[in-house]
Antibody
Framework: EVQLVESGGGLVKPGESLRLSCSAS????????MNWVRQAPGKGLEWVSSITSSRNFILYGDSVKGRFTVSRDNAENSLHLQMNSLRAEDTAIYYCTRETNMEAFDIWGQGTMVTVSS | QSVLTQPPSASGTPGQGVTISCSGG????????VLWYQQFPGTAPKLLIYNNNQRPSGVPDRFSASKSGTSASLAISGLRSEDEADYYCAAWDVNLHSRLFGGGTKLTVL
């Protein structure tokens, strides 16, 4: 079964750091660009970051640029998001998604909740 | 405020049809393919439409989509109560180098 499972979410204080992980299974992870998308409580979807299969092309949304770092371990079939200098507005469910060659996010994880609060 | 603009809500009665619009610009909808996602409360989004009007396997043909210029639309025919969900359009923006999502449309089946 094709599956993405996120982990690492939790409650942190403003300014602190957190590292999210996404474990992929059921498909050839190394063949796909992967993305992080987040959704603040009661709000819409916001794209966070993208990393190509060979890590040669990495992009970030403006709201996280300079604070978040995406990485992947193709040997371990895992995707990561290092989040530093967290702010209250980073509070959201973070989803790991697989991107097809038609730029579609066809597989989504169940999400992991990040809460930034003092 | 999202670069891709959707109406916040839409509604219809069972059996009816409904259309959800998504308005963007030349650098996103005008030059890249449009995606549509469906999301039920408390669950992850699901891909509904890709490449402007293509349905992934398993998506009923009651769902269709189109694009014209810098706007796109999602049409749902023969509404069912289980179609009640949030719907998001999305597209890559070649100027912003960013994936954009519309603000989402909450569909209510009356």
């Amino acid at each position: 079964e094709v599956q993405l499972v996120e982990s690492g979410g939790g409650l942190v204080k403003p300014g602190e750091s957190l590292r999210l992980s996404c474990s992929a299974s059921g498909f050839t992870f190394v063949s796909y660009t992967m993305n992080w998308v987040r959704q603040a409580p009661g709000k819409g979807l916001e794209w966070v970051s993208s990393i190509t299969s060979s890590r040669n092309f990495i992009l970030y949304g403006d709201s996280v640029k300079g604070r978040f770092t995406v990485s992947r371990d193709n040997a371990e079939n895992s995707l990561h998001l290092q989040m530093n200098s967290l702010r209250a507005e980073d509070t959201a469910i973070y989803y790991c998604t697989r991107e097809t060659n038609m730029e579609a996010f066809d597989i989504w994880g169940q999400g992991t909740m990040v809460t930034v609060s003092s | 405020q999202s670069v891709l603009t959707q109406p916040p809500s839409a509604s219809g009665t069972p059996g009816q049809g409904v259309t959800i619009s998504c308005s963007g610009g030349v650098s996103n909808i005008g030059s890249k393919s449009v995606l549509w996602y469906q999301q039920f409360p408390g669950t992850a989004p699901k891909l509904l439409i890709y490449n402007n009007n293509q349905r992934p396997s398993g998506v009923p043909d009651r769902f269709s989509a189109s694009k014209s210029g810098t706007s796109a639309s999602l049409a749902i025919s023969g509404l069912r109560s289980e179609d009640e969900a949030d719907y998001y359009c999305a597209a890559w923006d070649v100027n912003l180098h960013s994936r954009l999502f519309g603000g989402g449309t909450k569909l209510t089946v009356l």
